[in-house]
């Protein structure tokens, strides 16, 4: 062999020698405690400044905040940033997505603020808090829990029959939401993927699939959101899931969930015997009883249910939020139509 050609192999030798991680490697454990203070005592001022925030803008009145609707949080936004405090930044990043120019919207304006502030609250009294609420509220302020570590959980397994899948974009980034629910445990499971525009998404999956899988859930009072453990097999199979039997029983279940967890964002349900209807210029769902919820979907979206469903009962997929529903899919005969 050539002495040029060995020296370059040997070079190149050394350099993949360097590039293995080293198995003797010794963690700072001085250093990692240190950043971890340095970082709590970060979000604890962003908290601090947060509170004083939230109480001089009520004690002001809210009545100006429509004339710098995109503007009036930007500064506590880039604190809570500033304070490595994300989950709080996104929370407040969210109002303004509240319309200020329709009737009712001191009421969201209100009822997002008070949230916030009892989010606060629970981070600065999460020693007193149960540990699974704990974890949730730490994960809501900010605080994220690595996959290894959801995955490194015993998983549930069973049949889930996937509900829906809704992908938005946001700045070429692209956000999944898989809506699962299992034939045996009864249980409802959320599985967030993020992609880049130009990814495919990992799952190749549709609404109506039965998958056998194992789910790792992420720590909850109200366990939802979940990552697949292991293989996921689709099966040759269907179920139909169980249902809420009208609107009364859909309030008394999130009543139930919200007493437990009063952060639950996103509140899954299956109501059957349902119709949609049209009046006054909004679309609310109607249940046997002639009880009526605001939908939250869009006027195409609206359309298009009422076209599959031809004004005839029907079961649904949603979610409740806000005080009002959103339909992501529709059952009639067993058949399952996607909405999203």
Same mark, same amino acid.
């Given at each position: ?131 699974? &609420? %704990?974890? *949730?509220?730490?994960? @809501?302020? #900010? ?9 490194? +959980? ?18 070429? &980034? %692209?956000? *999944?939401?898989?809506? @699962?629910? #299992? ?9 967030? +993927? ?147």
């Amino acid at each position: 062999m050539a002495p040029h050609v060995e020296e370059w192999i040997n070079k190149r030798s050394a350099k993949q020698e360097e590039k293995r991680p080293k198995e003797d490697a010794v963690v700072d454990e001085k250093a990692q405690q240190k950043r971890l203070e340095a970082r709590t005592k970060k979000v604890d001022s962003g908290i601090e400044e947060l509170r004083l925030w939230i109480k001089d803008l009520v004690r002001s009145g809210i009545m100006h905040i429509p004339q710098n609707a995109y503007d009036f949080n930007k500064n506590i936004v880039a604190r809570m940033v500033d304070a490595q405090a994300g989950g709080l930044a996104n929370n407040l990043k969210r109002l303004n997505n509240i319309n200020f120019y329709k009737e009712g919207w001191q009421k969201a304006l209100i009822k997002s603020l008070s949230k916030t502030y009892l989010l606060t609250e629970a981070y600065k009294n999460q020693q007193l808090l149960p540990e699974d &609420l %704990k974890q *949730e509220v730490r994960s @809501l302020v #900010g605080w994220n829990i690595s996959k290894e570590e959801i995955l490194a +959980n015993t998983g549930i397994t069973d049949d889930w029959c996937v509900l829906s899948i809704d992908t938005t974009e946001d700045n070429n &980034l %692209k956000t *999944e939401k898989i809506w @699962l629910y #299992g034939e045996k445990t009864k249980c409802y499971a959320l599985i967030i +993927n993020f992609y880049t525009t130009i990814q495919a998404n990992a799952n190749n999956l549709i609404p109506g699939d039965v998958v056998h899988a194992a789910l790792a859930f992420y720590p909850s009072p109200t366990p939802l959101r979940a990552l697949f453990k292991g293989e996921v097999r689709k099966e040759n199979v269907q179920f139909f899931p169980e249902t809420q039997s009208n609107i009364a029983d859909l309030f008394r279940h999130v009543s139930a969930l919200l007493a437990i967890n009063p952060f639950a964002e996103e509140i899954p349900f299956l109501l059957s015997s349902v119709k949609l209807v049209f009046e006054k210029e909004t679309w609310f769902l109607v249940d046997s009883d002639q009880k009526l919820i605001l939908l939250s979907n869009s006027e195409d979206e609206c359309w298009l249910i009422l076209s599959i469903t031809k004004g005839n009962s029907f079961v649904c997929f949603g979610i409740y939020q806000n005080e009002q529903i959103n339909l992501a899919s529709v059952f009639i005969n067993d058949k399952h139509y996607p909405i999203k």
